[in-house]
Structure formats: C-alpha cells, structure tokens
C-alpha cells in the first residue's frame, strides 16, 4: 500500500470513528414538512445566493420557484423538459434539458441560452444531473431514460457516461466511460472530488478532480447509488431513492430519512441561512430544519 492511501485509509478511519451522530444533524423526532403536492414528479432542486429554490415539474415541462418567504410562482413553463439544475456564480440557471437533449443556461429573467447541443453530431441520451465547479466548468450526467416526448427509441450514442464542459467552452470532454448509467452528482465546494452516483449498479463512487477537469482516483464511496445528492459543510452526503440516506465523508452511513412518497429523487439545502434541506420527491416537495449547513 503507498503512503498515500495509508494517509488516506486513516483519514477515513479517524472520520468514521468521529462522525457525528443523525441528532447532530437535525431533531430525529421531526418529520420533514409537506410543502405542496400538486405536481406531476419534482426533480432537480436548486438554490440561488439568496435561498431560493428552483425545482423541476418535468412532465409537466415546468420549472417552479419556492422562495424564502415560501411563495410557490411558475419561474419558467416551455422549459425544455428540464431535470436536474444548479446555479452557476452569476446567478444563472443551468438545466439539463433532455426534451432535444440539450444542456442549457437560463438567466435570472427566463432567457434561455443553450450551452450543448450534441456531442460530435451525435444526440446525447438525455442529460440528467449537473454540477457547477468553482473554476465554472460543468460536469453532467448522459443515461439513457426512454422518454414519451422523444420520437427516438434508441441512443444515438454507444455508453453512458459523464462529460465535462470547460468554462466558455462548448465541446463536451468524457470524463468517465466505465459506469452503467450515471445519474446523480455533485462536487465538493473546494473543487477538489466529484461524487457520481451509478443508479443502475446502485454504487456511488468519489473521484479527484485533476487540474484539466479530467477525473482520476476512482474511489468506492458507499454500495448505494442515488438519483440526485447533496453535501453539507461537514462533508456529509446526501443521497436519494428510498427517501434521503446521509453518509460521512468516509462512506459511513449516518442516519436514513424516511420520506412518504414512492421516490425520492432529489435535494438541496435551502432558505436565508441555507439550513432547510428541501426534498423532491414524487409529485411533492418537502421541507426539514437542520442543524447544519448545505454548501450550495
């Protein structure tokens, strides 16, 4: 074993034995508050500087606004089939918009500027999940989900992987070709490791994220994959499915937070103090109080 992964396996020995408990993370005996059902399914919840949230109504073809006075308005309609989103440092809204496959930018006043329109000429299989790093380049997840609006019924393209898009690039870079259909993802707020969940092989993995934007050091971070995740400042990890499961940074399962509702796909902390974790979750949205912070 080198001395680098020596390091790095009593790292996550020392952070496993010390990892705070679920009552640190939130009161245990509260349930998370039901803000609305009256949607078709939730998806890709995003939070804006101020603690807003954008959230996507994708069969509904939707993008929602619940705002931190918990005002529920229609931010966009027509909107591309949007899934998962994030904000980008000038405030706009990146959306995976898989109606034609498509990664967009949406600015705070609704116009629409599409960033990725294919990969080489080729149809992507339906961008999922983005990430936005410190540097601004975007990281997304492409599997394939057969959906009833496309007039295709196959990929145009070979594998399911994850891109990168380099800031004010607009040519894709694959980053990763070896998972069986990518779906969630999120980053660390340093830059420094990507979290990728692979949904169909149900396992997450944490890779480095070199100077080039490229991934290297594929590591397993925990056997559960996710649809859509989140961390906290502590580095905990959020992951979704069967309601919300949280993990420490050493891949330790820290407490599950049961959600009642047949799935649940997505997360990210919200409100002024960005302390509110709020879940989509089938064709409703729900509300939790933390104790801590979300690093969006």
């Known amino acids: ?20 408990s679920a ?5 245990t005996t509260a349930k998370p508050k039901l ?8 998806e890709g919840p995003s939070v ?3 603690g807003n949230v954008f959230f996507t109504d994708q069969p509904n073809n939707k993008i929602w606004e619940y705002s931190v006075s918990g005002k529920l308005s229609v931010f966009l309609d027509s909107a591309g089939r949007s899934n998962g989103t994030y904000f980008d440092a000038k405030g706009n809204l990146i959306s995976c918009a898989d109606e034609h ?4 930018s949406i600015s705070p006043k609704g116009k629409v500027k599409v960033l990725v329109h294919d990969l080489n000429g080729h149809l992507l299989n339906g961008p999922n999940d983005v ?4 540097n601004g380049g975007m990281y997304i997840t492409d599997p394939y989900y057969q959906r009833d609006y496309w007039e295709r019924k196959k990929p145009d393209l070979d594998g399911q992987n994850v891109y990168y898009l380099p800031k004010g690039g607009n040519s894709l870079i694959t980053v990763a070709s ?16 990507l979290y990728v969940a692979d949904i169909k092989a149900n396992i997450t993995y944490r890779y480095t994220i070199s100077l080039d934007g490229k991934l290297v050091d594929k590591q397993l971070f925990t056997n559960q994959g996710s649809d859509g995740m989140t961390l ?12 919300v499961t949280i993990y420490n940074p050493a891949g330790v399962k820290i407490t599950h937070i049961d959600i009642n509702e047949p799935w649940t796909s997505n997360l990210c902390f919200a409100g002024k103090n960005k302390d509110d974790l709020f879940i989509t979750a089938s064709k409703s949205i729900y509300i939790l109080h933390m104790n801590v912070k979300g690093v969006e």
């Open 1 to 20: 074993m080198s001395y680098r992964k020596i390091i790095v396996t009593c790292f996550a020995f020392l952070i496993s034995v010390f990892s705070v």
């Open 23 to 27: 009552q640190q993370l939130y009161d």
């Open 35 to 42: 803000i609305s059902k009256q949607f078709s399914f939730t």
């Open 48 to 50: 804006d500087k101020k």
């Open 101 to 104: 496959d498509q990664l967009w």
């Open 131 to 134: 990430w936005v790093a410190p």
């Open 178 to 193: 070896d998972l069986e259909q990518p779906n969630g993802i999120v980053g660390t707020p340093d830059g420094k490791y």
């Open 232 to 243: 906290d400042i502590a580095g905990n990890v959020y992951l979704t499915g069967k309601g």
